[in-house]
């Protein structure tokens, strides 16, 4: 019914409001929406869009434009320091440095990125059964996590590159099959608050194999957790690869990385400062980006900052 003057009624418009209030988003869209406001997160990703696509196109780019690759040696030209003809200089050898750097970022992205996938796809696995089946099989699969927790670090992952060899591929399956642990952990604790739930029981009754409700039901709602350790974990994976390179055991020459670029210029610093100064300032933006991009993951994932 309305008005006179063509204005609705205020039981007209009640529907309309009715409708508003049940007007939802997910987790996602309200994740979405709140890392779009975290402006230092935004940005840090942009930064990261940039970086990835500059280590992706720009040796290739450069190499058609002014002929310059990674490897090719000129020790007559030696070290010399950022000119219009090469913007960050030269190594000890005469090579690109700009043209290294590019490429060094390239690989270390690859190797933390893959290296993470690896190590996700097995902890969430791992996790997500441990929990799932419980009793003795849950007790022995987490006092196994726990005895590799008590290992260094780096020491299983050093023996690791020795015993399969020094290559790219290696590395980061050497990283990824030993940074699994604390993704496993993540994704027990979270499936332990999962299994129980109606959604479970349901599946369960309606006579859903073990399987079926692991890789259908449950890992996929562990997907947040696991996504912002992603994301945190990266950063590490880098800086594991870096001190890999340090010690002769990461990505072998003349294939650069950004590890091994900062390895040679801390050798040559205090002369020729630019071999050290731009490969450590590529890894301090690509480090800090991730870190400020992981944390915004991390707040935009987190259900108490629902409103």
Known sequence: MSTPTGEATAPDRLPARADAEFVGSSLWQDAWKRLRKNLLAVASGWL???LAAACLVGPGLIAFTWGYDYETQDLAYGPQPPSWEHPFGTDFYGRDLLT???YGGRVSLSVG???VLVAATIGTVYGAVSSYTGGLVDAVMMRAVDILYAL???FLVII???ILGKS???V???LGAVGWLLTARIVRGQVMSLKEQD???AARSLGTPPGGIVFRHLIPNTLGPVIVTFTLTVPAMILQEAFLSFLGLGVQAPRPSLGALINDGADQMLVFWWTLAFPGGVMAAMLLALNFLGDGVRDALDPRMRH
């Open 172 to 174: 980061f399956l050497a």
């Open 100 to 102: 290294r750097v590019l």
């Open 168 to 170: 790219l591929l290696l």
């Open 113 to 115: 990125v893959l290296a």
């Open 160 to 162: 690791l590159v020795t």
């Open 152 to 154: 260094p670090y780096m």
């Open 48 to 50: 990261l869009v940039f």
């Open 199 to 201: 959604f479970v029981l």
